[in-house]
């Protein structure tokens, strides 16, 4: 079935640094894809998204292009805050099977210390 | 725009008591999802709903388990006889009809503490 593989947490990055949360992902079709973030105690946001090869999302310096030929979808961002400091998941939705639910990956904790 | 809004916030109960929590969604959004998230891990699908009918239910949700949403507006996801593993965070999210990629908006989701 699809499925949604993250790098395993924690990272801890100094303010400033660049950041890569990695994402693969296995569907059948081409799925859309998303990260959302939750800060603590919190709900989940979108955060960006791609429902085509090739499209980048972005949305508050965080970048991410989605890869058909590696099925992946990496989270990038040049210069992390504190204020980033959060859960990331990876998520997708399958492509021909209508509102099916979307997929999530178990997530990924950010720490940025000053 | 209001977002998506789930209550109680925090329900801490005893075990084999009955609790329900209640989700309203965005306005005009037709579908509805219930999902569970515990600690550590990434939110698990429970169940689905296009207006008022109830499309997909996970295996995750057993029995005791019951989600309505009655005239295609608010919906309720009803634990019956909880038990301690029933604990974690329930989350709803809606989306409209059409959307680019089928992107859905989440709630901040109900605690639940089954002691």
């Known amino acids: 079935g699809d499925s949604v593989t993250q790098m395993e947490g924690p990272v801890t990055l100094s303010e400033e640094a660049f950041l890569t949360i990695n994402c693969t992902y296995t569907?059948?079709?081409?799925?859309?894809l998303f990260w959302y973030v939750q800060y603590p105690g919190e709900g989940l946001q979108l955060l960006l998204k791609?429902?085509?090869?090739?499209d980048k999302g972005s949305n508050k310096g965080f970048e991410a292009t989605y890869r058909k030929e590696t099925t992946s979808f990496h989270l990038e961002k040049g210069s992390v805050q504190v204020s980033d400091s959060a859960v990331y998941f990876c998520?997708?939705?399958?492509?021909?099977?209508?509102?099916?639910?979307?997929?999530f990956g178990k997530g990924t904790r950010l720490s940025v210390i000053a | 725009d209001t977002g998506v809004s789930q209550n109680p916030r925090h329900k801490i109960t005893k075990r084999g008591q009955n609790v329900t929590f209640r989700c309203d969604p965005i306005?005009?959004?037709?579908?509805l999802y219930w999902y569970r998230q515990t600690l550590g891990q990434g939110p698990e699908f429970l169940t689905y709903?296009?207006?008022?009918?109830?499309?997909?239910k996970s295996r995750l949700l057993s029995d005791r388990f019951s989600a309505e949403r009655p005239k295609g507006s608010f919906s309720t996801l009803e634990i019956q006889r909880t038990e301690q593993g029933d604990s974690a965070m329930y989350l709803c999210?809606?989306?409209?009809?059409?959307?680019?990629?089928?992107?859905?908006?989440f709630g901040e989701g109900s605690w639940l503490t089954v002691v």
């Open positions: 999210a809606s989306g409209p009809q059409t959307s680019s990629g089928n992107t859905i908006y």
């Open positions: 569907a059948t079709g081409y799925p859309s």
């Open positions: 791609a429902t085509k090869a090739d």
């Open positions: 998520a997708l939705s399958p492509r021909n099977s209508g509102n099916t639910p979307l997929v």
């Open positions: 306005s005009e959004h037709n579908r």
């Open positions: 709903f296009q207006n008022e009918a109830q499309l997909e």
